[in-house]
């Protein structure tokens, strides 16, 4: 209910602002043909599934027959990989209606992580009559439903050393640093964070040293640190060879 009193809001002052400029060649309120699309707003998805979320548009006009408006992606507006997301190429308007909806579907996997993600669609006419709203830009983001877990690892001088992994007390692997076990960050200074959406449930974090001295103390001030909801998880640097922490999630 909200997003319509937003989208009529718009189109009404649309309208108003049409009807203060009037002169003798602008048509009547009733003759303005227009339709809008809903103010922008964030589309949430699981990053191990999809979201479908229903998009509402508005015209200043109803008729006694079915319209249908077309649709397309702005390029220029959208960051947003194209298999993160399907869009239809048209919406429909019932007859003796003024509002129509149609559905978008995300693609949670496709997401880039950083929340920064933005689709932007918008109205294609060859109609010279027809005046349309400017494009909607939905921000997509990865919104994790159960655990969200966050690993930092603060490089030390030989970040090419460093191999972990992560599995559930069945000995189920969840995650790791690369299949190949040691080298995911040759080459790599600085540090990196990577965030896992997690059911509840029991789990292991191991991480190893192929020099068997960890990352804390001999070749930079390197670190670690597993952490969700405020609570610190598995953390250190100073683990030789390697460590091990089991922890649980949920009740």
């Known amino acids: 209910m ?5 989208l009529f809001t718009i189109l009404t002052s649309v309208i108003l602002f049409t009807n203060c400029e009037k002169n003798d060649d602008t048509p009547a309120i009733t003759e303005i ?13 699981d990053p191990n599934g999809s979201a479908t979320e229903e998009v509402t548009i508005a015209t200043s006009q109803t008729s006694s027959s079915d319209r249908t408006f077309n649709l397309a992606v702005d390029t220029d507006l959208t960051t947003a990989d194209p298999s993160a997301y399907s869009v239809p190429a048209s919406v429909t308007v019932p007859a003796n209606s003024n509002i129509g909806t ?13 929340g920064l993600d933005i689709l932007a669609i918008g109205f294609t006419s060859e109609d010279d009559n027809l005046s349309v709203s400017d494009p909607i830009s939905l921000n997509l983001k990865q919104v994790c439903p159960v ?4 690993l930092e690892i603060i ?4 970040p090419e050393e460093i191999y972990w992994i992560f599995y559930d007390d069945a000995g189920n692997f969840e995650e790791e640093s690369a299949p190949s076990a040691w080298g995911a960050y040759t080459g790599l200074t600085g540090g990196i964070t990577q965030t896992f959406c997690i059911p509840d449930g029991t789990y292991t974090f191991e991480i190893y040293d192929f020099y068997s001295d960890g990352i804390c103390c001999n070749y930079g001030q390197g670190s670690y640190s597993l952490t969700g909801g405020g609570n610190v998880y598995a953390s250190g640097g100073n683990y030789g060879a390697g460590e091990a922490t089991t922890f649980t999630l949920g009740d």
């Not at 655990?147 to 966050?150: I, R």
Request: net charge negative; aromatic share 12%; glycine share 8%.
């Open 2 to 6: 909200k997003k319509i009193l937003t």
């Open 33 to 45: 043909n227009y339709v809008g699309l809903e103010s922008d707003f964030q589309v949430g998805v």
């Open 102 to 114: 149609f559905n978008i579907e995300v693609i949670g996997p496709n997401v880039d992580p950083s």
């Open 147 to 150: 655990n969200e877990l966050t």
């Open 155 to 158: 490089f030390d001088s030989y």
